[in-house]
């Protein structure tokens, strides 16, 4: 597998206790739907190596409490400190014809309701509080919010994203 195989699941922040435990930063929508896993995908200088979880305890804020097999002391939970995590994009669940995932929608054409074609989506900046698609039109960036009463339809056989964007927005990019 190469690294466009995984997706980004979260970050370890600290060790917790002296048993070899570690909080880490679940970056989901639904914590709840990770309470079973086995095995997440730590970034080890550029490669991603399989941990297998003795167990995990979801906290609040999309935290979690994780024990990985065969770290049993603070001083094996301090070299993972700082390290990303990521499953196979194999493992996501299927969705709606509407739903998307941020990585599979790179490349896909944007047609506004009101501008027509704005571009194609280079990339979603999932920031802290509000996700943006980052669409390229000719030399100009145009920023949208990802947002469902944006977004009218995703075409995933043609890769066509239709939206309508707020009154506007569009033409400040242009």
Known sequence: MNKDDYYY???????????????VQLEV???????????????L??????FFIAGLELKHNRKALISFQDFDTIE??????GLEM???????????DNQFYYHEIIGY???DQT??????????LDLPHQALFQIRFGEKEILIPVVDEIILKVDKRQKLLLIKAPDGLIEIYL
């Open 45 to 50: 200088h550029g490669e991603r190596i399989p």
């Open 76 to 81: 094996d939970a301090e070299s993972l400190a």
């Open 115 to 124: 501008h027509g074609d704005i571009g194609i989506i280079e990339d979603v």
């Open 9 to 23: 699941l979260g970050k370890i922040l600290k060790t917790h206790g002296n048993k070899g435990q570690v909080i």
């Open 86 to 96: 990521y499953l196979p994009i194999t493992g996501l669940p299927p969705l709606n």
């Open 29 to 43: 929508d639904e914590a709840e739907n990770y309470i079973d896993l086995e095995s997440v995908y730590l970034d």
């Open 109 to 111: 054409r944007v047609t």
